[in-house]
């Protein structure tokens, strides 16, 4: 399930990167202290991996930046969308932001003005943006023994069959079995646009574009509801039918 969250302010100012101030914000705002706790410390296991099984997008309105200080500073309004395979987590949101005044996005007063539950019926097929950055990655040992990070990008022909991977095994570590199909994940952005996010002291490379999702009706919802890509609940890999998403 998905919600767009459409959201009021005087000025909202942040810093350039602000993935984890928005993180922070949505657990809070569960208002369920185990469920919370469980999301940011447990997660979804698969052998050695654990999966939150949550993302979340940029936030889109208008704004303007400043190199001096590192800030964005958006003007009266933006929308962004939460993404969960969990409807409870889109549920406990959306009650938590209908029953509340305001929220507090780093001593910004914040009003929630419009909320809209998406829950698309899919076919075979389906045509997605990124509406915020998409990564993955390897991490490969050399000679010397020295591990580094390889990020994949939209030219790389790996990417699309790491892409598919790692959904599967977040399938698995949610369902805990195999999915009952198959699916393709195509990149099909005519100009793919790359991001350098820091998240927390660490430097993430990441894309924004279009991608043809086909196959297993299924496992493509799956994919929209939990985002593509590592590093979901980072606020990376958020996608929606592109027909939904009119912002650039």
Not at 7 to 35: C, G, K, T
Not at 169 to 180: I, M, V
Not at 203 to 213: G, H, M, N, Q
Request: hydrophobic share 35%.
């Amino acid at each position: 399930m998905q919600m767009c969250i459409n959201i009021e302010f005087q000025d909202l100012r942040l810093p350039r990167n602000y993935n984890h101030i928005l993180q922070a914000v949505l657990l809070r705002w569960l208002n369920d202290s185990n469920y919370s706790k469980f999301l940011h410390d447990v997660g979804y296991k698969y052998e050695k991996r654990t999966y939150k099984l949550f993302t979340f997008s940029s936030l889109y309105g208008d704004f303007i930046s400043s190199k001096e200080t590192n800030e964005i500073v958006y003007k009266s309004s933006a929308r962004f969308v939460v993404s969960c395979v969990e409807d409870r987590f889109i549920e406990y949101l959306a009650e938590n932001f209908i029953k509340g005044d305001h929220i507090v996005i780093l001593k910004n007063d914040v009003y929630v003005s419009k909320i809209e539950i998406w829950d698309d019926d899919v076919g075979k097929e389906a045509f997605v943006r990124t509406i915020s950055p998409v990564t993955i990655y390897s991490t490969i040992e050399s000679e010397n023994g020295k591990k580094f990070t390889r990020y994949y990008s939209p030219n790389d022909s790996e990417m699309e069959e790491k892409l598919k991977e790692n959904l599967y095994r977040k399938y698995l570590a949610f369902y805990g079995h195999p999915p009952s199909g198959e699916i393709n994940i195509k990149n099909v952005g005519q100009t793919p646009k790359k991001a350098v996010i820091n998240y927390k002291g660490t430097v993430i490379e990441a894309w924004k574009t279009d991608f043809l999702i086909s196959g297993e009706p299924e496992l493509i919802k799956f994919a929209l509801n939990c985002g593509i890509g590592s590093k979901n609940a980072q606020g990376f890999g958020c996608i929606v039918l592109k027909d939904r998403w009119k912002f650039n």
